[in-house]
């Protein structure tokens, strides 16, 4: 069985463990993405086009400085920046969502700059598969 009929036969939340998918990390009260975080986003896009029964949420997501309001308002650009640009490398729109959860899911709890830097993400997670 190929790679592609291997994936296709297993489900969402199984794939997603397989990590295929890289982060990509934000400056601090930033939504761009940057230079080198493209080559993340560009591996990422060549991923969704090989497998293109994956469905994907991008989710982004903030440090713990700052109101509970501004980080969902921040982790929302942060998604949708991610999302706007797997969709200029040819991902299907109708592919992928967003999610914003703000600080609510921190990768670590430190208070400081190393943890928060690692929170300042968004996160590409295969959530479902088309038929």
């Known amino acids: 069985?190929?790679?592609?009929?291997?994936?296709?036969?297993?489900?969402?939340?199984?794939?997603?463990?397989?990590?295929?998918?890289?982060?990509?990390?934000?400056?601090?009260?930033?939504?761009?993405?940057?230079?080198?975080?493209?080559a993340v986003l560009a591996k990422n896009a060549e991923v969704l086009k090989k497998f293109d029964f994956l469905r994907v949420t991008v989710e982004g997501h903030c440090d713990e400085r700052g109101t509970v309001e501004y980080n969902l308002a921040l982790g929302e650009r942060r998604a949708k920046a991610a999302y706007d640009y797997l969709v200029s490398l040819g991902v299907p729109a109708d592919r992928l969502k967003t999610v914003s959860y703000g600080k609510e899911i921190p990768s670590c709890t430190e208070s400081n700059e190393g943890c928060w830097s690692r929170n300042r993400r968004a996160k590409s997670t295969v959530t479902g598969k088309t038929r």
């Not at 939340?13 to 998918?21: G, P, S």
């Open 1 to 38: 069985m190929d790679e592609y009929a291997r994936l296709k036969a297993m489900a969402a939340d199984e794939i997603d463990r397989m990590n295929l998918l890289g982060i990509v990390y934000f400056d601090y009260d930033k939504a761009d993405i940057r230079e080198g975080d493209k």
